[in-house]
């Protein structure tokens, strides 16, 4: 059940959770790429869908429960189905459109959230619209982040799996 393809995933995805509590800019986080990378490689979808949700979980208590908190792991839970369609054709092209593919649906999901749950904007679609257009200036700190993140969490994985002999066939 647990083997070194396991313990090599589960460290990538540690480091990636430490540094949620550096001072980035907002939206630049690896939780993203740890759903694209726990849906492509873990074999128990389970535990893929799991691990970002519990990551954000136990960071929230920390730094603060939201009212958009279900719209946020809702997203990270689409995120993981794209790592499932990456499936065993991982290659960069695919995985920097699957980056941008889960950039774009964390920026539908929590900001349709933000116009449903919050006083912030009317409920009507000009509304949603503004709720949509109000977040554009945080868009591009969610994709630079997302496409570092993919790219280290990735990158660091196949690297080590190329130099260690316990994971050539992984």
Sequence with gaps: MFNTKFFLICGIIVIAVLSRFLPFPPNVAPIAAIALFGGAYFKDKRM???IPVVIMLISDLIIGLHS??????GSFAL???IGFMLGKKISPLRIAGASVGASVIFYLVTNFGVWLVS????????GLLASYTMAIPFFHYTLL???FY????FGSFELIRRTSPALQAA
């Design 48 to 50: 893929a869908l799991l």
């Design 68 to 73: 958009t908190l279900l719209f946020v792991y």
């Design 79 to 81: 995120i993981v189905l």
């Design 119 to 126: 006083p912030y904007y009317p409920f009507t679609l000009e």
């Design 145 to 147: 982040g997302d496409l």
């Design 150 to 153: 993919t790219s280290v969490i």
